[in-house]
C-alpha cells in the first residue's frame, strides 16, 4: 500500500514539476522529464507532435506568453497517468501567429493528460481553450446577447409567418 501511494506522489510530483519548470521559464529542466521517444496530441493539431515538434511548438508558445503560471484545480493520479485541470495565467509579451505583442494579461483553461514511463512523461494529451485566448487576445469577436436575441426573433419569425 505504501509503495503505491510513493508511485503517485512521485508521478504527481514529475508531472507538475513539468509545468513549474516551464512555467519558471527552465525549459531544458522541463524538457529532460520528458523521454525520448516522447510524443503529444494537442487539440486543434491533427497530427502526432514527437519530442522535436513538441519543442518547437513549446518555444513558439513560450516566446509570445511570458509570466505563465499554471494554477490547477483538479489532480488525478493513477500509475501511469497524471490528469490535470485549470488554467494558465500569462502576458502576452511576443509576436502570436502574425499578431504583434498585446501585453494583455490572458487565462487559459487547461486540461492535460500525461502518460509516464520509467520516470519520464512519454506521452501528453492537450487541450487549451483556445477560442478563449484568440477572444482575449481580441482576434475573435462573440456576439453578445442582444445580436443573438435579435438572430432567434428573425429566424422564428420566419418560421411563423404566414407564406
Known amino acids: 500500500?505504501?509503495?503505491?501511494?510513493?508511485?503517485?506522489?512521485?508521478?504527481t510530483s514529475l508531472v507538475l514539476g513539468f509545468y513549474r519548470a516551464f512555467?519558471?521559464?527552465?525549459?531544458?529542466?522541463?524538457?529532460?522529464?520528458?523521454?525520448?521517444?516522447?510524443t503529444a496530441h494537442l487539440a486543434g493539431i491533427p497530427e502526432?507532435?514527437?519530442l522535436p515538434e513538441?519543442?518547437?511548438?513549446?518555444?513558439?508558445?513560450?516566446?509570445?506568453?511570458?509570466?505563465?503560471?499554471h494554477t490547477f484545480t483538479e489532480i488525478v493520479t493513477t500509475e501511469d497517468r497524471v490528469i490535470?485541470?485549470?488554467t494558465f495565467c500569462t502576458l502576452h509579451s511576443g509576436p502570436f501567429q502574425g499578431l504583434p505583442a498585446t501585453h494583455q494579461?490572458?487565462?487559459?483553461?487547461?486540461?492535460?493528460?500525461?502518460?509516464?514511463?520509467?520516470?519520464k512523461i512519454a506521452e501528453h494529451w492537450g487541450q487549451g481553450h483556445a477560442l478563449g485566448l484568440l477572444q482575449q487576445l481580441g482576434l475573435i469577436i462573440v456576439p453578445g446577447p442582444k445580436?443573438?436575441?435579435q438572430v432567434i426573433k428573425h429566424k422564428t419569425s420566419n418560421i411563423f409567418s404566414p407564406k
Not at 1 to 11: D, K, Q, V
Not at 30 to 37: F, P, W
Open 1 to 11: 500500500m505504501a509503495e503505491h501511494e510513493n508511485l503517485l506522489r512521485a508521478n
Open 23 to 38: 512555467d519558471e521559464r527552465k525549459i531544458d529542466q522541463a524538457i529532460a522529464l520528458l523521454s525520448a521517444n516522447f
Open 48 to 50: 502526432t507532435l514527437g
Open 54 to 69: 513538441f519543442q518547437a511548438f513549446g518555444l513558439s508558445f513560450y516566446t509570445a506568453f511570458t509570466q505563465g503560471e
Open 84 to 86: 490535470t485541470s485549470g
Open 105 to 119: 494579461r490572458v487565462s487559459i483553461e487547461v486540461m492535460h493528460i500525461d502518460r509516464l514511463e520509467n520516470g
Open 147 to 149: 445580436f443573438v436575441s
